[in-house]
């Protein structure tokens, strides 16, 4: 057998040797001397910077639910499910039966589960998210015998140590995010409880309690400080989820390196399979929470999850308030000429894949200015997949902080009608310009109210009652004629409206 060829300087970074000039400068003074090891290798894995480890020998490929107690040379993969990094690490969790110096996560396949027991590395603790894929190459099972209440994991019977080193005949390795996206998606045995059920429920859930629940919204991270030690800083990061049950949701709170996990999910996406989540109950409202006996699955196969994934995704179509204005992707001339409500509808569901421009005299059946300035939803835009409303043009999300220019919204404009039907103007995609020419009119016709600049922007310094007494009523029952346009296969989906002609509508009422 040939050893490498390494001497005992490759396994650490070169430390600079200090210059005759700053050798003499240094003689007068007291220094401590260097240690063999630099601070950022203490704890390290102790390899060579320019080698990886590579498997000695040949390991048996085996499913997590093939593994038994003893002596072993195997090597498997799996999801994790669960993670508590160490105390060096992560100071803000709580002390546990582990020793210092260990990460404890929990993995599964298709098959079972199984904890890992592993010693703390370089930045292994960044990559402790749900979901990631992981390859373990171990020699030893040992019986799961941690009984904790705190460390208590159901289902999983063995533990595995793992010392990630050159010479070190286990290993792991942390696969990308996007790896293999499809494998070890199969869920666990789905006995699904409600979200609403266990959130109400005046009995403490059992163990085997598994959530099917979908991301609604993923907010920023922040910063609290801890009671207990005080003065901590702990990062939290809140998700809220839903389901059938419960659509309008409830809290699920990451905390600490947990907090990673959630970067990469998305909104009315991403399915979370829940199986003994914390059920917290301290504030006014029930929420819920990643113990270190939870199993967390993400995007989880099978039906149900499936079906959830439809449910969020026509529940996120019902939801759009504000669909920007498209610039482009119109016919140049209007090829359609003045057509009815029902017309356009029939242009629009039988010919998807071929865009249009042409003229609609409708009603306004009233408008809803006054209102929704009451309301504080004169304007809007969509943020972090949450509506953002305002009284004004300005506003800033309360999610990210980011500040939006908002557009007028189109709720306001009420219900259009013809003599072959009506529909809400609000589903409809407005224009800056069609949204000014409809409250200050065009040629003869124009309702706008006095001492107010031609810009839909400037009615929102108008109060309450300026607002239904001057535009409100004066809009009641006009005709005008809407220049709408449909972009076809690859649009917004929905009708747009490019300008409002006052002038059209005074001659239809001659």
Wanted: net charge negative; proline share 8%.
């Amino acid at each position: 057998m040939v050893l490498p060829n390494h001497s005992i300087q490759s396994f650490f970074p070169k430390i600079p040797v200090p210059s005759a000039s700053h050798a003499a400068a240094g003689r007068g003074t007291l220094q401590k001397p260097a240690d063999a090891l630099a601070p950022s290798d203490a704890g390290g894995d102790l390899q060579p910077e320019t080698q990886v480890w590579h498997p000695k020998g040949v390991y048996k490929e085996v499913n997590i639910s093939d593994l038994q107690p003893g002596s072993c040379k195997v090597t498997f993969k799996g999801r994790i499910v669960n993670s508590s990094p160490s105390l060096e690490t992560n100071p803000g969790s709580k002390k546990s039966m582990l020793p210092k110096g260990y990460h404890f996560l929990v993995l599964k396949d298709d098959t079972g589960l199984v904890a890992i027991k592993l010693v703390v590395t370089a930045n292994h603790h960044t990559r402790l998210q749900f979901g990631r894929l992981v390859t373990i190459w171990a020699t030893t099972a040992i019986v799961y015998t941690l009984t904790t209440a705190s460390l208590l994991i159901p289902h999983v019977p063995l533990f595995i140590p793992i010392h990630p080193s050159l010479t070190s005949p286990s290993s792991i390795k942390f696969h990308p995010l996007s790896t293999s996206p499809t494998l070890y998606r199969l869920p666990s045995s789905l006995n699904l409880t409600p979200l609403l059920t266990f959130l109400t429920s005046p009995s403490p859930p059992p163990t085997d309690t598994r959530l099917l629940v979908c991301v609604d919204t993923v907010f920023a991270p922040r910063t609290l400080k801890s009671k207990n030690p005080p003065g901590l800083d702990l990062v939290m990061t809140e998700v809220r989820v839903f389901d059938e049950s419960a659509p309008a949701g409830c809290s699920l709170k990451l905390w600490c390196n947990k907090t990673t996990s959630a970067l990469g999910w998305t909104a009315n996406q991403t399915v979370l399979l829940l199986t003994n989540p914390r059920r917290e109950t301290a504030g006014p409202v029930p929420e819920l929470g990643v113990g270190l006996g939870t199993l967390v699955e993400v995007d989880p196969g099978g039906y149900e999850a499936g079906w959830l994934r439809g449910m969020a995704a026509g529940r996120a179509e019902r939801q759009v308030v504000c669909v920007p204005f498209p610039e482009g992707g119109f016919p140049e001339e209007e090829g359609e000429g003045v057509c009815t409500l029902a017309e356009v509808d029939g242009r629009v569901r039988g010919e998807e894949g071929s865009g249009f421009v042409g003229r609609v005299n409708v009603l306004v059946l009233g408008t809803k200015l006054g209102e929704m300035k009451r309301m504080g939803k004169l304007c809007c835009a969509e943020c972090c997949h949450l509506p953002l409303y305002a009284a004004t043009p300005s506003a800033t999300c309360n999610t990210c902080d980011t500040a939006h220019s908002l557009v007028l919204n189109p709720a306001v404009f009420g219900r259009l009608a013809d003599e072959t039907g009506c529909l809400s103007a609000s589903k409809m995609v407005w224009s800056d310009r069609a949204c000014t020419e409809l409250l200050f009119g065009t040629g003869k016709h124009k309702p706008d109210p006095s001492g107010v600049t031609e810009d839909w922007r400037s009615i929102v310094g108008m109060d309450v009652s300026a607002l239904k007494e001057e535009v409100d009523e004066k809009l009641a029952y006009c005709r005008v004629t809407l220049v709408v346009g449909w972009q076809g296969e690859g649009g917004v989906g929905r009708v747009c409206v490019l300008g409002v002609d006052w002038e059209d509508g005074d001659e239809e009422l001659m």
